[in-house]
């Protein structure tokens, strides 16, 4: 298997799921605008979309993955079907409680998220009867991701980067076309994520049921396996949400600011989510299952050159990535957001905002790459621990930064967090002896120094010299312009690297 095409797959997948998702959040918008529907639903898929990301998207993976590839190397493929056949069933145990108990204390839930419903007695009920049908979609979002995670390790990376996008299709055809089939209309957008969820999960059966796992379930409390599983899922989970308190707080230290503080790092973040979301979740989708392997069976010097594989690739692709999302930050914002309300002032802060996640953009990819390297050898205590101490120091520099910086500090101190985070793992790594830098770096650095300067002072010409206008003109105008300076710093920035001996099957990596 060759690992930079499998690599080239998932990333566009997860593209064309995250062009859907833009597409979706705009018809969602123009059908329902923003009201007390729209309030009650948002409000009553948070919870569900919320334990998505803690435990479907990051922790079960983290803890399940590592254990597999163990079964796989060291078992018998009978003993690896059984020990999915039991992992299966305490996992549909456990989630069909968690969603009945969500179903039944809907109101609770409700208010506990979101008081201020309460005093409008329509809006909390409104609400409850949403979450009560978007529930579900975390049984059915967390067999997904446990089918995925099976794939994976079996190297079909193309069918679970593919499925989310069936969430947003569905979403999209219950906006344009059901809509007036349900009273109240937005209880439409419920029934979308659970129809959503509904195939996710069935999409990827049949590519299951080719790998022979598709068995049912048996559920034992007392396989020693299982129960390794469920011991790793704990601080997978208590890493996992550091990032979400993270947000969280740098939510609460916004709200203490001016107006529009919020919004405009919401929409900062919404544009770095791009590269994190395709970059970065493509690297760790494939190296997690990969690295496991060589972690099972004990192959050092592979399970290093790997790692060092996906530094050189995660440092090629998202250095730019983050010069061209601060050179072009204005062009940016004003081209996907600067309509209507949007004024030039909020423009301009929301640029000042991504321009200082933009210092950060590395550290969060390089964090994709490194912490696997430890969950692959079923150590998640380490990288937990580095993310709560991670956690008190971004919120210290929080402290230090929001007087003189106000949102921008608050930005930056994210930033900075993710380069403190990966430089800690990197560190923990090489002193392990389990990362051994491969020869070369120092000529692949400068090199590629050398063309990200050549592609940031190019776009940064350009802006001063071409007429190109971004405030008094139409959206299909700044969406041309943009794209030819997107267009300008990719072609300056690979003919350097060409130019100074780079070339693709310098970054083949082939996987039996």
């Known amino acids: 298997m060759n690992l930079l095409g499998a690599l080239a797959k998932v990333g566009s997948l997860t593209m064309v799921s995250r062009i859907l998702g833009f597409v979706r959040d705009t018809i969602i918008a123009r059908a329902f605008g923003a009201g007390m529907a729209t309030d009650a639903f948002f409000v009553a898929f948070k919870l569900p979309n919320l334990l998505r990301r803690v435990f479907a998207e990051g922790a079960f993976a983290q803890a399940f993955v590592p254990i597999l590839a163990e079964y796989k190397e060291t078992r018998s493929p009978e003993a690896t079907q059984a ?5 299966a069933g305490m996992l549909s145990f456990v989630l069909v409680i968690v969603t009945a108990l ?6 609770w839930v409700i208010y506990v998220s979101a008081p201020g419903f309460a005093k409008d007695a329509d809006e909390f009920q409104l609400s409850i009867d949403l979450l009560r049908v978007t529930f579900p979609y975390i049984l059915l979002i967390s067999l997904s991701s446990f089918v995925g995670s099976i794939l994976n390790s079996y190297h079909k990376f193309g069918i679970p980067a593919f499925t989310p996008t069936f969430l947003n299709i569905s979403f999209i055809v219950f906006s344009l076309f059901f809509i007036p089939y349900f009273d109240p209309p937005v209880m439409a957008l419920a029934w979308a994520v659970f129809v959503g969820g509904v195939l996710q999960l069935v999409f990827q059966l049949p590519w299951l049921a080719k790998l022979g796992f598709l068995k049912m379930p048996k559920l034992s409390f007392k396989d020693a396996a299982v129960n390794r599983v469920m011991k790793q899922m704990g601080p997978a989970i208590l890493g996992v949400s550091v990032a979400q308190i993270s947000l969280v707080i740098n939510t609460i230290f916004a709200s203490f600011l001016q107006s529009g503080s919020v919004s405009w790092m919401y929409y900062a973040d919404r544009l770095m989510e791009l590269p994190t979301g395709v970059l970065g979740v493509a690297l760790g989708t ?8 060589h972690a099972a069976s004990q192959d050092t010097e592979q399970f290093s050159g790997l790692l060092d594989w996906g530094l050189r690739l995660c440092m090629l692709l998202t250095l730019p990535a983050a010069v061209g999302l601060a050179v072009l930050s204005f062009p940016l914002v004003t081209t996907l957001f600067m309509y209507r309300e949007f004024t030039l002032h909020d423009a301009q802060m929301t640029q000042y905002a991504l321009i200082a996640y933009s210092f950060g953009l590395i550290g969060l990819i390089m964090i994709k790459v490194l912490a696997p390297g430890f969950y692959a050898r079923q150590n998640i205590k380490t990288p937990v621990k580095v993310a709560i101490f991670t956690l008190i120091c971004t919120q210290l520099m929080n402290l230090a930064f929001i007087s003189p910086l106000k949102h921008v500090g608050l930005s930056l101190a994210i930033g900075l967090g ?3 985070n990966a430089g800690l793992l990197f560190f923990l790594l090489r002193k392990h002896g389990i990362y ?6 120092a000529a692949f650095l400068v090199k590629m120094v050398i063309s990200l300067v050549v592609m940031g002072g190019g776009l940064w010409l350009a802006q001063s010299y071409l007429p190109f206008e971004w405030v008094h003109v139409g959206g299909f ?11 300008l710093g990719g072609g300056l920035y690979f ?3 060409a130019a100074l001996g780079f070339r693709p099957h310098h970054f083949r ?4």
């Open 477 to 487: 105008k700044k969406a041309g312009q943009l794209c030819i300076l997107i267009a």
């Open 436 to 441: 051994r830098p491969g020869k070369g770096w």
């Open 509 to 512: 990596r082939v996987e039996k």
């Open 418 to 420: 993710a380069c403190l």
């Open 102 to 107: 969500g179903i039944l204390a809907a109101p």
């Open 495 to 497: 003919v350097s690297l």
């Open 83 to 87: 020990f999915v056949r039991h992992v």
């Open 286 to 293: 494939i190296l997690l299952p990969t690295l496991s392997k």
